[in-house]
């Protein structure tokens, strides 16, 4: 469920217009619902209910301080995978104690970063960097609280670029050599095991993958625990998915996905954290976009739109679907039209759907699309010098810029020019 639905003929984000705030902002623009965000991190929180647990937000996909702020106030954690991303966090006002460090490429400089300013735990991905951690800990005069993420190898059953627990992939350690590697933990200073962790993949539509690798890591805990480690906490990681398209087909609940991590590890005793990211932001932002042309090709329609891959990547990365809606909402019956959706960036990747069937759109026409919110600003750039496109957040009937859209002078002066030319 989101909040953009269409009240008297207009689509609106809870109960602000969208074509007002396009023609206070102007296109394109990304678009959250505050309602929207609100809604899915307490679906998660209320499915682990009775048990100990945190829902650490995945800001990977979305991270705008306004958001991580909303979140961080109604009680969420907060996954980060960089030093930037831990700054963001802590700038948003989440306390160290609820900020799990994630990623395979931890930086001396970033694990100082993190025990400086308060960390709850260190999801470590291989023996060099939880060496590397030892030593930075010991040289602070710390104690870096790890789990160690565990490859399961379970299939998933997502796209190839967006798995992360079959044992090709390049994130933690295969879950064979996970007892070696357990005692070798235990042996260095300046390091406290304290759980495991696994993360198989992104968007995940059925649960039985999720099944499987959660009761290797029940089995593995019971291991570790004879070996004579403390595991007191599971990190399962995140990963379920949304529906993109529109459908009467969705993707299992968070209720669904609770109920799973009860019967799996439920019986250890073990505190629970998950990590969902694109649940929480995906269906809560849209893009916003205007028609520029409807150019007529040798053998099909292209609706050139203001919108382009630098804002959203996802299509040209992933062959994604969004469901693309007009703004204005078609009367029954109203004439339809098959187009190649494009933006005008110079790459023929630059194309956002290939022969879509959809209402009629003319020139000058607002239209949105769906389920945007996850990985869309995050992942943007400023190709052909495209200037990063306005954030805005909705909260009952007012809105609010939550990035502005850069001048082309603010642009150009972040280059600088050397004294010798």
């Not at 095991?193 to 019971?222: N, R, W």
Request: glycine residues 10%.
């Amino acid at each position: 469920m989101d909040h953009f639905v269409y009240q008297d003929g207009v689509l609106c984000a809870e109960d602000v217009s969208v074509a007002e705030i396009a023609a206070q902002v102007g296109t394109p623009f990304y678009l959250y619902s505050s309602a929207t965000l609100l809604r899915h991190y307490r679906l998660f929180d209320e499915a682990l209910a009775g048990m100990d647990h945190l829902v650490c937000f995945a800001m990977k996909s979305l991270s705008n301080q306004a958001i991580l702020q909303l979140l961080g106030e109604a009680g969420a954690g907060m996954d980060v995978v960089s030093g930037g991303e831990y700054a963001r966090a802590r700038a948003a006002g989440v306390p160290g104690e609820r900020i799990v460090f994630s990623g395979v490429g931890k930086t001396r400089v970033e694990m100082r970063q993190a025990l400086t300013g308060g960390i709850r735990q260190f999801n470590v991905e291989s023996e060099p960097e939880m060496e590397a951690l030892s030593a930075v800990a010991v040289e602070l005069g710390k104690i870096a609280p790890i789990t160690i993420r565990v490859n399961p190898d379970v299939d998933a059953k997502t796209h190839a670029k967006i798995a992360t627990g079959k044992s090709e992939n390049k994130f933690g350690i295969p879950i064979a050599r996970a007892r070696e590697v357990y005692a070798h933990a235990a042996r260095l200073p300046g390091i406290e095991v304290i759980g495991i962790d696994v993360h198989i993949g992104s968007q995940l539509t059925d649960l039985a993958p999720f099944e499987a690798a959660y009761l290797k890591v029940a089995e593995l805990t019971e291991q570790l625990r004879a070996d004579g480690h403390t595991i007191k906490r599971l990190d399962l990681g995140g990963g379920l998915g949304i529906p993109y398209v529109q459908s009467n087909e969705a993707p299992p609940s968070p209720l669904d996905y609770g109920a799973m991590i009860k019967r799996t590890v439920g019986h250890l005793g073990c505190e629970i954290e998950i990590e969902p990211g694109r649940l929480i932001s995906g269906n809560a932002g849209v893009l916003v976009s205007r028609a520029i042309y409807v150019k007529d090709g040798a053998d099909r329609q292209f609706l050139i739109l203001d919108a382009a891959m630098n804002d959203l990547i996802r299509p040209a990365m992933y062959d994604a679907h969004h469901d693309i809606v007009p703004v204005v909402q078609p009367e029954a019956g109203a004439e339809r039209a098959t187009y190649d959706i494009v933006g005008p960036v110079c790459e023929s990747g630059d194309t956002f759907a290939k022969g879509r069937a959809m209402a009629q759109v003319a020139p000058g026409d607002l239209v949105v699309f769906r389920s945007a919110g996850a990985y869309g600003a995050v992942m943007a750039s400023e190709y052909n010098s495209r200037p990063l496109i306005p954030e805005v957040l909705v909260h009952n009937d007012q809105f609010a810029v939550i990035r502005a859209r850069p001048t082309f002078d603010e642009m150009i002066a972040r280059d600088i020019i050397p004294a010798w030319l």
